[in-house]
């Protein structure tokens, strides 16, 4: 008995605390809550989703199939295993796409895929530009001597880690165009590298982290301002090459 | 009888706590603490891209706006920001002056100088930075600055511990009150917290997609990533088993915060692990910041009492003194 009165009056002070509150107000708020908290629920949900599925609308904004992939896809059969989705079927993503104008304009509309799926190799890019007198200058980014502070080197870590994938084939020739422009040279070439982690044992084993043979070309271009067409993809290459750091 | 006084009184209790959990108000503080945070954050995130404002926001820098529609797509439309305006992108002086004034108002929001103006400000110039980058040079920290600053929005972020309460207190002819509990703070509050729950929810899913994270290899994989290295921790890989233990727990951390952080007793050890977990990405990862910025939304767990005991006496010390 003393706790139900005890219950009623806290509700009564609950009830009190929120009376500034006209509940209709409190029933609109609410539905706004709800929408909003569906938007960041589902987008990351629908980034996963992308993810796994390889969405086409995703897919042709965020990368351009080489002309050999695209021959590949229209030979390859149908993946059964996996039922197109679309708006249409599914729930989550007709809600998802009702609300990504609003998740775009509050920069809301991505995943959360920290260290996700797997924490993988890094990707960096060499670069050796040469000057109209004939010098050349070799560098790679990110690097951290010559990026200061932190975060500066980060966010060009991030400039090589999306170049491939995620950037579509013609930020590597906005890439060089810029290089260029702030080296004052007449032609670049880039080349994408993959630096491989080692395994416990191989740490062990005493090889260092950048051991020359842990660092992988995936692809290259070259050019000048003009000429800068060709996309950095791994098919550039017929196969990795071991290169020098 | 039962069959309809049940439900209903479900549906009471339901309706009571949905109330409560969002309309109660509450005791400012806590999203004040998080506002010098947030400030504090944002203002040196922006303050590094001054080493490189043109290289990124200009007209031929690493991604041009040409390339970054192109990689937005359809997105690029509501992807909003004053970064892509040719008056901005194309003209040096003025791109200046807009990072200039966005540094002014991040500065502001920190301090607390006309906080609730500065915080509306603030996520809007937040968004203008990072929704001219991506896909490129953005990373988890720019989700979490824009988040916190979207929320500081909701609520009285400076009715403590800012320069707005001491100019009001100076102006006041009696002693001023306590600031009153607030239904936007808890809103905010609320926000944040919830926003948190789905980060680490879709953070340890999404490493559930992956192998290295089943058979505990991935604390490995990270520890020898020479570019991510701040410190070197492959003496680690004497210890395998050690490694695939704390790559277990991170998972399960991340995934069961939603549930546990809600828990009296559980929270106080889930925060302890966000601050270890974070702790450590910063320290060893080299990053920094984010593990800051999400540390900055953890705060949101802690309580009013807790937040006054710890920033009163640093506001007590540091505010300006009467002539």
Redesign the interface.
């Known amino acids: 008995m003393a706790k139900s009165e005890k219950t009623d009056k806290s509700?009564e002070q609950?009830s009190e605390?929120?009376g500034?509150?006209h509940p209709l107000l409190?029933l609109v708020?609410?539905l706004a809550?709800l929408l909003?908290?569906a938007g960041?629920?589902l987008a990351?949900?629908r980034a996963?989703i992308s993810?796994?599925y390889r969405l086409p609308?995703?897919d042709?904004?965020?990368r351009r199939p080489s002309a050999d992939e695209q021959r590949a896809n229209s030979a390859a059969t149908p993946d059964f295993s996996r039922p197109p989705i679309s708006a249409e079927n599914s729930a989550n993503i007709w809600l998802h796409e009702k609300l990504?104008?609003y998740l775009?304009?509050?920069?809301?509309?991505?995943?959360?895929?920290?260290?996700?799926?797997?924490?993988?190799?890094?990707l960096?890019i060499r670069y050796t530009v040469e000057r109209e007198d004939g010098s050349t200058f070799r560098a790679v980014f990110?690097d951290l001597k010559k990026q200061w502070?932190?975060?500066?080197?980060?966010?060009?870590?991030?400039?090589s880690s999306?170049s491939w994938r995620?950037?579509?084939p013609?930020?590597a020739d906005?890439?060089a165009?810029?290089l260029l422009?702030?080296h004052n040279a007449k032609r670049i070439t880039l080349e994408l590298l993959e630096?491989r982690?080692?395994?416990?044992?191989e740490?062990?084993d005493g090889i260092p982290?950048?051991d020359p043979s842990t660092y992988v070309v995936l692809g290259t271009i070259s050019g000048d301002a003009q000429s800068l067409a060709a996309p950095m993809l791994e098919e550039t290459l017929p196969a990795p090459e071991e290169v020098q750091p | 009888m039962n069959l309809v006084r049940i439900p209903r009184d479900y549906l009471t209790s339901l309706v009571?706590a949905?109330?409560?959990f969002?309309?109660?108000?509450s005791d400012p503080a806590v999203l004040a603490a998080i506002r010098i945070c947030a400030g504090a954050m944002l203002f040196?995130?922006h303050l590094?891209w001054s080493?490189?404002l043109q290289?990124?926001f200009g007209a031929?820098?690493?991604?041009?706006r040409?390339?970054v529609r192109?990689?937005?797509?359809?997105?690029h439309t509501?992807?909003?920001s004053y970064f892509k305006l040719d008056l901005i992108a194309e003209n040096p002086a003025v791109l200046w002056m807009v990072h200039i004034a966005a540094l002014v108002v991040f500065f502001c929001l920190a301090i607390g100088l006309f906080s609730r103006t500065m915080s509306v400000l603030a996520f809007a110039a937040?968004?203008a930075y990072?929704?001219r980058i991506p896909?490129?040079?953005?990373?988890?920290?720019?989700?979490a600055n824009?988040?916190l600053a979207?929320y500081l929005m909701l609520g009285p972020c400076g009715a403590r511990f800012s320069i707005d309460r001491w100019w009001k207190k100076k102006r006041a002819a009696e002693p001023l009150p306590d600031p009153p509990?607030s239904?936007g703070a808890t809103?905010a509050i609320r926000?944040i917290q919830?926003?948190m729950c789905?980060?680490?929810l879709?953070?340890g899913?999404?490493?559930?997609?992956?192998?290295?994270?089943w058979d505990g290899s991935?604390l490995?994989?990270?520890f020898?990533?020479?570019?991510?290295?701040?410190f070197d921790m492959?003496w680690l890989?004497?210890f395998?088993r050690f490694?695939g233990f704390v790559t277990h727990v991170t998972v399960f951390w991340e995934v069961f915060y939603i549930v546990l952080v809600w828990h009296r007793l559980w929270r106080p050890l889930i925060l302890l692990s966000a601050v270890v977990v974070h702790g450590g990405i910063a320290l060893s990862m080299?990053?920094?910041?984010f593990g800051l910025a999400m540390l900055i939304g953890n705060m949101a767990f802690l309580t009013p009492e807790f937040v006054n005991s710890v920033f009163d006496p640093i506001v007590e010390r540091i505010k300006p003194r009467e002539a």
């Open positions: 509700a609950s605390a929120r500034s509150l409190r708020l609410s809550f909003h908290l960041i629920f990351p949900m996963s993810d796994a609308d995703r042709a904004a965020f990504e104008p775009n304009i509050c920069y809301l509309n991505h995943g959360y895929n920290f260290f996700a799926p797997d924490p993988g190799p890094s960096l990110p502070p932190r975060l500066r080197y980060h966010r060009h870590f991030m400039l999306h995620v950037l579509p013609e930020a906005a890439y165009r810029h422009k702030v630096h982690l080692l395994s416990e044992q740490v062990l982290l950048d | 009571r949905w109330n409560d969002w309309f109660q108000p040196y995130t590094v080493l490189d290289a990124f031929d820098g690493w991604l041009p040409d390339v192109l990689a937005q797509g359809e997105a509501t992807m909003w937040a968004v990072v929704n896909p490129g040079a953005y990373f988890g920290l720019d989700k824009c988040m979207m509990p239904v809103v926000m919830l926003h789905i980060i680490y879709f953070g899913l999404g490493k559930l997609q992956g192998w290295a994270w991935a490995w994989m990270a020898a990533n020479l570019e991510y290295q701040s492959t890989a004497r395998p490694l080299g990053m920094i910041t």
